[in-house]
């Protein structure tokens, strides 16, 4: 089951990354095409803007989960790394207690956000429920509740997983 439940994980930390690595891509394409249509063919596109902050949106709460079980949020690695052992301990337990409350609020709170604005559109896209461009909240929030989960019962990923292929390797 562990090892099954590890495998999904991985899977989904791959997904995260190829969508947010995706979106990052389509945003970097979108705005330079705006403002070249703007300011060179002076005939501006009404939707560049909106299109690319709507994939900000899915970037940074799909993007977020993986960053999580990357280890990669920077203050809180920081700080982990700068006390003794036992305390460390305490603190990991602290830094899950806090992501779980806000997996949970993600959830709650962005599914109910999606459910109030499923009826509003996008006046660039009418035919996009707002609700739907919200849904990367909860779902960035349930993602990053089965890393948690992934932590505890599993502890953090091991050596080989793919997301520490991209480390820097030893000079010597």
């Not at 562990?2 to 979108?30: E, F, K, N, P, Q």
């Not at 499923?118 to 009418?126: D, H, L, V, Y």
Request: charged share 15%; glycine share 8%.
């Amino acid at each position: 089951m562990s090892d099954a439940y590890r495998r999904l994980m991985r899977g989904l930390y791959i997904g995260c990354i190829v969508l947010s690595g995706l979106g990052m891509v389509a945003i970097t394409l979108i705005i330079p095409a705006g403002v070249f249509m703007r300011y060179v063919m002076n005939d501006p596109l009404q939707w560049p803007e909106p299109a690319s902050v709507i994939m900000m949106v899915a970037f940074s709460f799909i993007g977020g989960a993986a960053v999580f079980r990357a280890n990669q949020q920077i203050a809180v690695e920081a700080l982990m790394r700068a006390v003794n052992a036992p305390s460390r301990v305490a603190m990991q337990w602290g830094v899950h207690a806090c992501m779980l409350a806000v997996a949970a609020f993600m959830i709650v709170y962005g599914a109910h956000l999606c459910w109030v604005t499923k009826g509003n559109t996008i006046a660039e896209f009418p035919s996009l429920s707002v609700g739907v461009v919200y849904m990367p909240i909860p779902l960035g929030g349930l993602l990053t509740l089965l890393f948690i989960i992934e932590k505890i019962w599993l502890g953090e990923p091991p050596k080989d997983d793919v997301m520490y292929s991209d480390a820097p390797a030893d000079l010597e």
